[in-house]
C-alpha cells in the first residue's frame, strides 16, 4: 500500500466542496493506494456539525485516514483580498506542522481530481527543489491586462516563465526546514502581495520550483486559453499534448468561478460528483439545477440588440469611445 500525505486548508465556507473534492480523490485512487488526508484550519470556526461533515469522507472510505491540525489564530492578520480567506495562507506552516514528513502535496478544495497521484508524488521535487507546480500565466497572452500582470509579476520578483499556481503544489519539507523556509514566508504575510500567499511562495521559491505537466492543475484561465480570445489557436498548439493529456484525465481547479455559486465552465464536472459524495442534498441539487434553467430562460427572453445598434458598439469601441456612447 501506497501512502500519499495530502493537505488542504479550509474554513466553514468550503466544508461541501472538501468532501466533493476528496470524493473525486478517492474514487480516481489505484487499488494500492492510501490517502493521508490532514485539514489546516482554525479550530474555533469549525462546530462539530461540520467537523462531522468533514469526517463523512474517512467513514466512507478504508482508503484513506483524517486528521484536523489546528493552526488558530494564525495569519489572523495577513492581507486578505479578492474574497479569498486567511485559510489559504495555512500552507505556509506545512514544513513546521509536519516534521515527520520529507514531502507533502497541497491541494485546494476547489478542485475535482481524475487521476491518482501515486506517481507524481514519488517523482516530484527529488532534486533539490523546494516546490512544484504548475505555471499560471500564458505567454502567448497579449494586451493591457497582460502587460499590467507581467509588470506586477517583475515587481515582486517573479517572471512568467517560472511562475507556478499555488493550487496544487508538491512541497519539499525537509530542504525548506533545512534551510529555514517558514520565517522568510513570515516575513511576507503582512504584505499587500495581489495574489496573496501564491505570491509569497513564488517569491521565497524563485529558482528552486518544478515546472509540473497542465494535467496536474488545469485551471479555469488554462480552460479559457485553450478555447476562446485570439491567442487560443497559438496557445494550442504549443501546448497540444498538454493539453490534450489535461482534458482526458487532468484534475480540474476551479480558479474562477465556483460550480457552487454559479453557472461556469465544467460546473457538470463538479455536480456529477457531488452527487456520488456523501454529503449529496436531493433539495440543493434540485435548488442548483432549477436556478441555471431560471437563468437560460430568461437570458432567451432578453431581447437581442438591433444590427444597427450592435454596429454603432462595434464602431464605438474600434474608435476609442467610451461605453457610455455605445447606447
Known amino acids: 500500500m501506497r501512502k500519499i500525505p495530502v493537505v488542504f486548508s479550509i474554513d466553514r465556507n468550503v466544508v461541501t466542496p472538501f468532501v466533493v473534492c476528496v470524493t473525486s480523490l478517492l474514487e480516481s485512487a489505484r487499488s494500492d493506494t492510501f490517502y493521508e488526508l490532514f485539514v489546516l484550519c482554525n479550530a474555533a470556526g469549525l462546530d462539530d456539525a461540520m467537523r462531522e461533515k468533514v469526517r463523512c469522507v474517512e467513514r466512507c472510505s478504508d482508503r484513506c485516514s483524517l486528521t484536523f491540525v489546528d493552526v488558530r489564530e494564525a495569519f489572523a492578520s495577513a492581507y486578505e483580498i479578492r474574497g479569498i480567506t486567511i485559510a489559504s495562507y495555512y500552507r505556509l506552516l506545512m514544513p513546521d506542522l509536519f516534521p515527520k514528513y520529507d514531502r507533502m502535496i497541497y491541494a485546494d478544495v476547489d478542485m475535482i481530481f481524475r487521476d491518482d497521484l501515486s506517481d507524481l508524488y514519488a517523482e516530484a521535487c527529488t532534486g533539490g527543489e523546494l516546490v512544484a507546480g504548475v505555471r499560471e500565466m500564458n505567454e502567448f497572452l497579449q494586451g493591457e491586462d497582460c502587460q499590467r500582470v507581467n509588470n506586477y509579476l517583475l515587481s515582486i520578483g517573479c517572471d512568467l516563465q517560472t511562475y507556478v499556481n499555488g493550487g496544487f503544489l508538491v512541497l519539499n519539507l525537509q530542504a525548506m526546514r533545512e534551510e529555514g523556509i517558514v520565517p522568510r514566508f513570515l516575513e511576507h504575510a503582512g504584505k499587500q502581495y495581489i495574489y496573496q500567499d501564491q505570491d509569497i511562495l513564488n517569491i521565497v521559491c524563485r529558482g528552486r520550483i518544478e515546472l509540473l505537466p497542465m494535467r496536474w492543475n488545469y485551471t479555469y484561465s488554462h480552460y479559457m486559453w485553450s478555447y476562446a480570445g485570439p491567442a487560443a489557436v497559438s496557445f494550442r498548439e504549443a501546448h497540444r499534448s498538454e493539453i490534450e493529456a489535461a482534458e482526458r484525465s487532468g484534475t480540474l481547479h476551479y480558479s474562477g468561478p ?12 463538479w455536480w456529477a460528483c457531488y452527487r456520488r459524495s456523501a454529503v449529496f442534498d436531493p433539495k440543493e441539487y434540485f435548488q442548483a439545477q432549477d436556478a441555471i434553467c431560471t437563468m437560460l430562460a430568461w437570458a432567451e427572453r432578453r431581447p437581442k440588440p438591433s444590427k ?12 476609442g469611445f467610451k461605453k457610455s456612447y455605445w447606447e
Open 258 to 269: 465556483k460550480p457552487w455559486k454559479s453557472f461556469c465552465p465544467r460546473y457538470d464536472y
Open 308 to 319: 444597427w445598434k450592435r454596429f454603432r458598439r462595434r464602431l464605438c469601441k474600434a474608435v
